[in-house]
């Protein structure tokens, strides 16, 4: 099997192809150890750092991210979990706005006051 990929890890964006045969994953395309792990990560367990905005309560929104990646296939649900709540002002970079979401913090990108 092989694959082709663009590295996300940095502004790069080496393109990647990954191939498996007999359970042995190589890499190629990659200009550093990164972009080898990268690969091999989304072939077996793809992790993604998901970034919003939830609705605070005077009707304003403040932008969040999880503080860790969590599964790529966790993603639609973790975006429910953040439209499900309404944050209580007032919030601070780092603020804590929904605990382990997938082994994740949803935390604030941003400061908000009342
Ligand atoms: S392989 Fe290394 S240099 Fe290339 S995009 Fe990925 S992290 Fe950047």
Redesign the pocket.
């Known amino acids: 099997m092989e694959k082709k990929l663009t590295?996300?890890?940095?502004?790069?964006?080496?393109e990647?192809v990954v191939t498996e045969k007999n359970g042995v994953v190589s890499v190629s395309g990659?200009?550093?150890?990164?972009?080898?792990a990268?690969a091999k990560n989304e072939l077996t367990n793809p992790m993604r750092t998901v970034t919003s905005t939830v609705l605070c309560e005077d009707g304003g929104l403040v932008s969040v991210k999880t503080d860790t990646t969590i599964p790529k296939e966790k993603m639609q649900e973790c975006m429910q979990i953040i439209n499900s709540i309404t944050a209580k002002l007032p919030i601070s970079v780092g603020d804590i706005i929904i605990k382990d979401v997938f082994g994740s913090n949803i935390v604030a990108t941003q400061n908000r006051s009342k």
């Open positions: 590295c996300i890890v940095c502004p790069l964006g080496c990647l990659n200009t550093c150890p990164k972009g080898e990268y």
